[in-house]
């Protein structure tokens, strides 16, 4: 069964950087795309960036211009940069990985999360 564990995560001071990794055991890695996605006490999960199998990536408008998300495909490991951490990042941060190559779905395997605080 395919597994998610992130790391990284933590306290910040606002303008200060995180590299967050999610790490897939349990199935193939390279061929399926992976994303990040967070939830802040309170609001809904919403998405902060995806990459392809092709590594295509995707930046929500919320870390647009802050944020790099890059495979390692070598050590099965997805990893998020976001530099220049506002408060409102704060959130717990989920990995998702597509249950079938580059298609998202209902099915798709997450993680449980880490949490990132942003003190300003």
């Known amino acids: 069964q395919v597994q998610l564990v992130e790391s990284g995560g933590g306290l910040v001071q606002a303008g200060g950087s995180l590299q967050l990794a999610c790490t897939v055991s349990?199935?193939?890695?390279?061929?399926?795309?992976m994303g990040w996605h967070r939830q802040a006490p309170g609001k809904v999960r919403e998405l902060v960036a995806t990459i392809s199998s092709r590594n295509s990536a995707y930046y929500a408008r919320i870390v647009k211009g802050r944020a790099t998300i890059f495979r390692d495909n070598a050590n099965n490991t997805v990893h998020l940069q976001i530099d220049n951490l506002k408060p409102e990042d704060t959130a717990v941060y989920f990995c998702?990985?597509?249950?079938?190559?580059?298609?998202?779905?209902?099915?798709?395997?997450w993680g449980q999360g880490t949490q990132v605080t942003v003190s300003s």
């Open positions: 349990g199935g193939s890695f390279d061929d399926r795309a």
């Open positions: 998702r990985a597509a249950e079938n190559g580059d298609m998202w779905s209902r099915s798709d395997y």
